[in-house]
């Protein structure tokens, strides 16, 4: 039953001659019917309830059709040193330096609550952090790995924090995942193979332990026991944010695509998947990097011409959805770099990006890259507080 039909059936119940009696009766009838309607709906999707009820998805992606506008946080242990969220990688930082930045990572300035009230102040309708970066480093707690912030100086679960405010303001919760790169899991097939045949780090990294093609299934029941807990343990989530594309083009043959996209969607079916332009077209939505358009020719110099051509047909089929198009408020880098400061985006730019993605059909995801204390960096803060105000 509809929204529409249980109002319609009240207001004849009302307009009725019935006793007192039978009027509390014929309300108790309806009530729950409705209440039960509405209180198995995501506060997110309020206003959706109908088409919820029939497909979770459908009302999903409708919600995500009329959002407009979402926050992206890229924030981890990359956050203290101030030089990006690659920082390990470019500055060929040895694995067992980097990870003494835990003891370090105290983020006493994340405040859930007042990120999700800029959100909102700004208009937007969601959230996107970063749960687990290329680094692996996680912001929640698992049982697949200590290397977390809850095994971190701060102890703290804050996707666990954020999930509570996006609970009480009726935003959606999506999680970005490092799905396709991870410099620290020893069964991830590039770590072995940067480290030994094109090394990025000062001498070779002992946790690597692929050796076969057969060795990547660890990494893979990792990722999947990783999304089983984010899918389980916080609640609603609107989406899972898969990144990046470029770990999938090198060897898709190492990564069961659409049994990850199943294990999703049987967890919690109205939760949306992306993975950057797409990796198979069956995305519910693509999100391209400042633009609407991928470089077919990076990959294919990259990866080869099967690659580019698994890419762009997966683009194809994403191309004709409601899309979203990610930026940053920094020059370039998505986590914190300092070297920036001074030179955020201001409030016009972004409406003019907000303008340019809601013409090509997408919403912005607009990025800001906490400091390493947690909070949101001033200029930022400017930006998004201006950004509800008229041109």
């Given at each position: 039953?509809?929204?529409?039909?249980?109002?319609?059936?009240?207001?004849?119940?009302?307009?009725?001659?019935?006793?007192?009696?039978?009027?509390?009766?014929?309300?108790?009838?309806?009530?729950?019917?409705?209440?039960?309607?509405?209180?198995?709906?995501?506060?997110?999707?309020?206003?959706?309830?109908?088409?919820?009820?029939?497909?979770?998805?459908?009302?999903?992606?409708?919600?995500?059709?009329?959002?407009?506008?979402?926050?992206?946080?890229?924030?981890?242990?990359?956050?203290?040193?101030?030089?990006?969220?690659?920082?390990?990688?470019?500055?060929?930082?040895?694995?067992?330096?980097?990870?003494?930045?835990?003891?370090?990572?105290?983020?006493?300035?994340?405040?859930?609550?007042?990120?999700?009230?800029?959100?909102?102040?700004?208009?937007?309708?969601?959230?996107?952090?970063?749960?687990?970066?290329?680094?692996?480093?996680?912001?929640?707690?698992?049982?697949?790995?200590?290397?977390?912030?809850?095994?971190?100086?701060?102890?703290?679960?804050?996707?666990?924090?954020?999930?509570?405010?996006?609970r009480k303001k009726r935003l959606g919760l999506f999680l970005y995942y490092s799905y396709a790169l991870d410099w620290r899991h020893p069964y991830f097939y590039p770590v072995r193979f940067l480290n030994e045949r094109k090394p990025h780090f000062k001498g070779p990294q002992p946790h690597c332990l692929w050796?076969?093609?057969?060795?990547?299934?660890?990494?893979?029941?990792?990722?999947?026991?990783?999304?089983?807990?984010?899918?389980?343990?916080?609640?609603?989530?609107?989406?899972?944010?898969?990144?990046?594309?470029?770990?999938?083009?090198?060897?898709?043959?190492?990564?069961?695509?659409?049994?990850?996209?199943?294990?999703?969607?049987?967890?919690?079916?109205?939760?949306?998947?992306?993975?950057?332009?797409?990796?198979?077209?069956?995305?519910?939505?693509?999100?391209?990097?400042?633009?609407?358009?991928?470089?077919?020719?990076?990959?294919?110099?990259?990866?080869?011409?099967?690659?580019?051509?698994?890419?762009?047909?997966?683009?194809?089929?994403?191309?004709?959805?409601?899309?979203?198009?990610?930026?940053?408020?920094?020059?370039?880098?998505?986590?914190?770099?300092?070297?920036?400061?001074?030179?955020?985006?201001?409030?016009?730019?972004?409406?003019?990006?907000?303008?340019?993605?809601?013409?090509?059909?997408?919403?912005?995801?607009?990025?800001?890259?906490?400091?390493?204390?947690?909070?949101?960096?001033?200029?930022?803060?400017?930006?998004?507080?201006?950004?509800?105000?008229?041109?």
């Open positions: 039953m509809t929204r529409n039909e249980i109002a319609l059936d009240r207001r004849r119940f009302l307009a009725s001659g019935l006793t007192a009696a039978g009027g509390v009766l014929a309300a108790s009838c309806l009530t729950p019917v409705w209440g039960a309607l509405v209180a198995d709906v995501p506060g997110y999707l309020r206003g959706f309830e109908a088409l919820y009820a029939k497909d979770p998805a459908a009302a999903a992606r409708a919600w995500f059709a009329s959002a407009r506008c979402g926050l992206f946080m890229h924030y981890g242990l990359y956050s203290l040193l101030g030089r990006g969220e690659w920082a390990m990688w470019w500055e060929k930082i040895p694995l067992a330096e980097y990870e003494k930045l835990t003891a370090q990572f105290t983020a006493e300035k994340f405040d859930a609550a007042a990120i999700t009230d800029l959100a909102l102040a700004a208009g937007m309708k969601y959230v996107n952090i970063t749960t687990r970066h290329h680094d692996s480093f996680c912001l929640f707690a698992s049982q697949h790995t200590n290397y977390s912030s809850v095994h971190s100086a701060a102890k703290r679960d804050f996707v666990a924090e954020l999930a509570e405010q996006c050796k076969k093609e057969e060795d990547s299934k660890h990494y893979i029941e990792f990722v999947h026991g990783q999304l089983r807990e984010l899918l389980t343990n916080y609640g609603p989530i609107a989406g899972i944010w898969l990144d990046p594309l470029s770990g999938y083009t090198a060897r898709p043959d190492l990564f069961p695509i659409e049994e990850t996209y199943q294990l999703i969607r049987q967890l919690q079916p109205q939760t949306l998947i992306s993975f950057k332009i797409g990796a198979t077209g069956t995305e519910d939505f693509a999100a391209p990097e400042r633009g609407t358009g991928f470089n077919a020719d990076g990959i294919r110099r990259r990866h080869g011409a099967k690659s580019a051509d698994l890419i762009s047909k997966a683009w194809q089929a994403n191309r004709g959805k409601h899309n979203e198009i990610c930026n940053t408020l920094q020059d370039g880098a998505w986590g914190y770099d300092k070297r920036s400061d001074g030179r955020h985006r201001d409030s016009a730019e972004v409406k003019k990006m907000l303008a340019e993605a809601a013409a090509a059909h997408c919403n912005l995801l607009l990025n800001t890259g906490p400091l390493g204390d947690g909070s949101i960096h001033p200029e930022d803060i400017q930006t998004l507080r201006r950004l509800a105000e008229p041109i």
